[in-house]
């Protein structure tokens, strides 16, 4: 081990545990894989050229490394591949050609999933097709994001005495803010592949319907995505909605999690667990991030709609994830309809609850329909 790096917990853990022979096997992986174990018969996998330098490259940046066992299948659907598999691509460290000034972010993004060239190309080609088509990045065209913890302390830091006296109530809300809300520019990357970031089907490679909806949350002037990020940064959950200016109302397909955030889940959105686990209250904290978002949204629409402000908000309840929460509201007697081609089946093809009518300001607060 190089003496001027320094290994994080979470590596010298991973290089520690014990496989079924009594191995150090992760250990004895990322040895074989840089070339140190060639005169030993390992059964567990095959080696076919060393990686030099792999053994320092994934100490030192291990999280990273880790990332890439998050990638897609044939079909575009999220899966988990083996750890052989992903420190091989966290090595080789994808460099894809096209890479220019105003596509870098693509780029950045996928190469840390180890994504391929195929899929760098439809990301970039999907994104420039909105460019080409003057589709505005934010519905209300202008961004709307919650600032994270880390950005709230620093203004804590930043305020005069007089504004301290106040500190205690920030410190208070900060509480809510371990995980914040934003709605993503649709020319962002991660709109491509969210569903690598929230466990299900919307990557724009998906065979599925998740692939119109990755698709639309780019391309259609009427869709965008609401995320959820966690005190990191990094996107845990998703909303992507429609709205209709014409009448005046939105729909969200449905809320999805990361996996991460889905313990014991018996059916989509259903916990075997209390309301006062400490999952549930996870939940129930992405859940805010939701509403405050939408909240936002709201107040930005209606300042810029003044004549003909947004006067319902419904969401789908097929694959939804936050299914405890959501139904704290009214169920929808009829569906708010959604264009075919965005592919909304959790919406449209199941029932709908209303999160906001204009009369009752339900986003403020879901108490009233229990």
């Given at each position: 081990?190089?003496?001027?790096?320094?290994?994080?917990?979470?590596?010298?853990?991973?290089?520690?545990?014990?496989?079924?022979?009594?191995?150090?096997?992760?250990?004895?992986?990322?040895?074989?894989?840089?070339?140190?174990?060639?005169?030993?018969?390992?059964?567990?996998?095959?080696?076919?050229?060393?990686?030099?330098?792999?053994?320092?490259?994934?100490?030192?940046?291990?999280?990273?490394?880790?990332?890439?066992?998050?990638?897609?299948?044939?079909?575009?659907?999220?899966?988990?591949?083996?750890?052989?598999?992903?420190?091989?691509?966290f090595y080789l460290n994808n460099k894809y050609l096209g890479v220019t000034d105003e596509n870098a972010d693509?780029?950045?993004?996928?190469?840390?999933?180890?994504?391929?060239?195929?899929?760098?190309?439809?990301?970039?080609?999907?994104?420039?097709?909105?460019?080409?088509?003057?589709?505005?990045?934010?519905?209300?065209?202008?961004?709307?994001?919650?600032?994270?913890?880390?950005?709230?302390?620093?203004?804590?830091?930043?305020?005069?005495?007089?504004?301290?006296?106040?500190?205690?109530?920030?410190?208070?809300?900060?509480?809510?803010?371990?995980?914040?809300?934003?709605?993503?520019?649709?020319?962002?990357?991660?709109?491509?592949?969210?569903?690598?970031?929230?466990?299900?089907?919307?990557?724009?490679?998906?065979?599925?319907?998740?692939?119109?909806?990755?698709?639309?949350?780019?391309?259609?002037?009427?869709?965008?995505?609401?995320?959820?990020?966690?005190?990191?940064?990094?996107?845990?959950?998703?909303?992507?909605?429609?709205?209709?200016?014409?009448?005046?109302?939105?729909?969200?397909?449905?809320?999805?999690?990361?996996?991460?955030?889905?313990?014991?889940?018996?059916?989509?959105?259903?916990?075997?667990?209390?309301?006062?686990?400490?999952?549930?209250?996870?939940?129930?904290?992405?859940?805010?991030?939701?509403?405050?978002?939408?909240?936002?949204?709201?107040?930005?629409?209606?300042?810029?709609?003044?004549?003909?402000?947004?006067?319902?908000?419904?969401?789908?309840?097929?694959?939804?994830?936050?299914?405890?929460?959501?139904?704290?509201?009214?169920?929808?007697?009829?569906?708010?309809?959604?264009?075919?081609?965005?592919?909304?089946?959790?919406?449209?093809?199941?029932?709908?609850?209303?999160?906001?009518?204009?009369?009752?300001?339900?986003?403020?607060?879901?108490?009233?329909?229990?």
């Amino acid at each position: 081990m190089p003496l001027d790096v320094v290994p994080n917990q979470e590596f010298l853990k991973f290089i520690s545990i014990q496989g079924d022979k009594k191995n150090f096997q992760n250990l004895e992986l990322i040895l074989n894989l840089e070339g140190n174990l060639n005169n030993i018969s390992y059964d567990d996998f095959e080696v076919d050229e060393s990686y030099p330098g792999i053994f320092t490259k994934v100490m030192s940046n291990f999280n990273k490394a880790k990332s890439y066992r998050d990638t897609l299948d044939e079909n575009g659907k999220p899966i988990k591949v083996s750890w052989e598999r992903a420190l091989k691509k966290f090595y080789l460290n994808n460099k894809y050609l096209g890479v220019t000034d105003e596509n870098a972010d693509i780029s950045r993004v996928f190469s840390r999933k180890g994504l391929s060239q195929e899929i760098f190309d439809m990301a970039n080609e999907l994104r420039q097709k909105a460019k080409e088509e003057n589709i505005p990045e934010h519905i209300l065209n202008k961004p709307i994001r919650e600032e994270s913890i880390l950005e709230s302390i620093e203004k804590i830091k930043s305020q005069t005495e007089k504004e301290l006296v106040n500190t205690k109530e920030i410190i208070e809300e900060l509480y809510d803010k371990q995980f914040t809300y934003e709605w993503l520019s649709k020319y962002d990357p991660h709109n491509s592949i969210m569903g690598l970031f929230c466990s299900c089907c919307a990557t724009i490679t998906s065979n599925y319907y998740g692939g119109e909806i990755a698709k639309s949350s780019v391309i259609a002037p009427d869709v965008q995505n609401l995320v959820v990020k966690d005190i990191k940064g990094d996107i845990i959950s998703k909303g992507t909605m429609y709205i209709n200016k014409e009448e005046g109302y939105a729909v969200i397909n449905d809320f999805e999690i990361n996996q991460k955030y889905r313990n014991r889940e018996k059916s989509p959105g259903k916990y075997d667990v209390e309301e006062t686990s400490s999952e549930e209250q996870e939940r129930e904290m992405i859940f805010k991030a939701f509403q405050r978002g939408l909240s936002a949204f709201v107040k930005e629409y209606d300042r810029q709609n003044p004549e003909n402000p947004l006067k319902q908000i419904n969401i789908g309840m097929g694959y939804n994830r936050l299914k405890r929460q959501v139904e704290r509201f009214k169920k929808e007697t009829s569906n708010l309809s959604v264009p075919r081609e965005y592919s909304f089946l959790d919406a449209v093809a199941n029932e709908q609850y209303i999160l906001y009518k204009r009369e009752e300001k339900e986003i403020e607060n879901g108490e009233q329909d229990r």
